[in-house]
């Protein structure tokens, strides 16, 4: 096969029409104009006014566009194209043909003490991605997550917490011909070339410091001291306006792959600062903890988090591959409520990539690794990146 049959074909659409199945009749010709037919793998994102004609709108895009496998869901809000649609009406389509790939798609209602059920989840050894979309209601999405962790250690898993109408049991899981409302649903992807962007948006502040004593997901002495003495000691430090950030929440960044020289952005997982006890000096963050690993504390705000994901993507860029098409998962905090001004997020991954072909939604939690592990994260944006494949040799 030449490089020319190889490369992935990929479009989007978006649409705000009132009616579902009116949508859905539109994105289709409007997919099919640019692609054609015998659609490989498609996601759909539909807000919650879409709800209960679902299962209809996806039949329609699924037979007019010979969807092979189809994966999507019903969230508070979606994205098309460099627009981010926080409150609907919308539907928003990706459709794309993948020369080559193997797809195969799952659901799954298990319980982590039960361990992963092959019947339920398939092998991802090899995987090139695997995206995850969940119920957040009543599926334990961690539990799941550190089950494949220790299975498949290193294969990116990319997707999000799919809220639904807000409330439980008015969730709709799209996968293939069925529409499922409980669970967690996937598609795994082999010989298809795809890099993960995760930009958590945080800034460090102090020092770096090695956890000399823990319990569980308390920190009782950092770099020998109690750790809240030293927290205490590094906000002092901080500058005026770190501090006003500082006052909004500290995060205790985590290192998950140590086997560096140095720390950069991306080889922190961002977990809140719980709480603290003034009597024994230790802190609580959202996260189990270990005697050696290394912390940083930092702090989240709108400027850090345009810097960061501007970041992140252009790492993605400047692998020299042309960008086929991207898939983002984006928390329902950011959006307005973080920048205070529309398609934030959508509009740097679009212009930084130079891809008119991306989709996403609006998430309760967003799914991406950290080094070689894949954590449920809060507001921060996880993209999906299809490049076209590295010339043959």
């Known amino acids: 096969m030449n490089d020319l049959n190889r490369r992935p074909r990929i479009v989007s ?68 194209g460099d627009r981010e649609l926080e409150r609907g009406p919308a539907i928003s389509v990706w459709a794309a043909r993948l020369p080559g790939a193997e797809i195969e798609t799952f659901h799954t209602t298990l319980m982590p003490d039960v361990g992963i059920d092959a019947a339920e989840i398939p092998d991802l050894e090899g995987a090139e991605v695997t995206f995850l979309l969940a119920d957040p209601f009543g599926f334990p999405t961690d539990g799941l997550l550190k089950l494949l962790n220790d299975a498949y250690p290193g294969v990116p898993i990319v997707g999000g917490l799919a809220t639904g109408a807000g409330r439980p049991e008015t969730q709709a899981l799209i996968l293939d011909d069925d529409v499922k409302h409980e669970g967690a649903i996937g598609v795994v ?40 003495d030293r927290l205490q ?9 770190e501090q006003k950030l500082a006052a909004q929440g500290i995060l205790a960044g985590l290192v998950i792959d140590e086997n560096k020289p140095a720390y950069e952005r991306g080889d922190f997982l961002m977990r809140g600062v719980l709480g603290v006890d003034q009597d024994s000096g230790s802190i609580a ?109």
């Open 13 to 80: 659409a978006l649409s705000v029409a009132d009616d579902a199945e009116e949508a859905a009749h539109a994105l289709a010709a409007d997919l099919r104009s640019k692609l054609g037919s015998n659609v490989d793998l498609a996601f759909v994102f539909l807000t919650p006014e879409h709800l209960d004609r679902t299962a209809a709108a996806a039949a329609i895009l699924r037979e007019q566009l010979g969807v092979r496998h189809i994966l999507g869901c019903v969230s508070q809000g979606v994205i098309g």
């Open 233 to 241: 000691d590094e906000f002092g430090a901080l500058s005026e306006r």
């Open 285 to 393: 963050v959202g996260e189990s903890v270990r005697v050696g690993q290394t912390i940083r504390f930092h702090v989240r705000d709108a400027m850090t988090a345009s810097e960061d994901l501007e970041a992140v993507i252009s790492r993605v860029a400047q692998d020299g591959r042309a960008v086929s098409g991207a898939v983002l998962f984006t928390c329902n905090g950011r959006g307005r409520n973080m920048f205070g001004v529309p398609d934030h997020d959508a509009g740097a991954i679009s212009g930084a990539l130079a891809a008119d072909a991306l989709a996403g939604m609006f998430c309760g939690g967003e799914i991406g690794p950290v080094g070689s592990r894949n954590f449920l994260h809060g507001f921060t944006a996880t993209t999906a990146v299809f490049l076209e494949p590295a010339p043959a040799s």
């Open 189 to 228: 992807l082999r010989n298809v070339a795809v890099a993960v962007a995760v930009s958590q948006g945080c800034a460090p502040v102090g020092r770096e410091a090695v956890i000399t004593s823990a319990e569980s997901n308390v920190i009782q002495e950092l770099a020998g001291e109690r750790a809240l």
